[in-house]
């Protein structure tokens, strides 16, 4: 079992910057992919960034890229997500998830999840 815990999460205006942090505990995460979705009321949960295991690869959605940063410590067993140049449709739940092999954008192959932390980004 791996158990996720997000936080970094917050009210800032437009153009400013965030950084969350997904903390692990369970199990070594450098086993692990992990994954940053994010989710609003109504709609589905939707990918932002993946990170592999050791680091080295990383993939991003394309309203994302260039705005947004993935990485991880191992050491700390923390992944992050930093977010610059907020947009108000930033705004929604942001979730990590973790996969054996995986950091890509389909929801249903992570296996573990966080409760989320939320992010506001007002005009």
């Known amino acids: 079992q791996v158990q996720l815990v997000e936080s970094g999460g917050g009210l800032v205006q437009a153009g400013g910057s965030l950084r969350l942090s997904c903390a692990a505990s369970?199990?070594?995460?450098?086993?692990?992919?992990m994954g940053w979705f994010r989710q609003t009321p109504g709609k589905e949960r939707e990918f932002v960034a993946g990170?592999?295991?050791?680091?080295?690869?990383?993939t991003y959605t394309v309203s994302v890229k260039g705005r947004v940063t993935i990485s991880r410590d191992n050491a700390k067993d923390t992944v992050y997500l930093q977010m610059n140049s907020l947009r108000p449709e930033d705004t929604a739940v942001y979730y990590c998830?973790?996969?054996?092999?995986?950091?890509?954008?389909?929801?249903?192959?992570?296996?573990?999840w966080g409760r989320g932390t939320q992010v506001t980004v007002s005009s």
């Open positions: 998830g973790a996969a054996r092999t995986y950091f890509g954008t389909v929801y249903s192959k992570y296996e573990y």
């Open positions: 369970g199990r070594t995460l450098s086993s692990y992919g």
């Open positions: 990170i592999s295991g050791d680091g080295s690869s990383t």
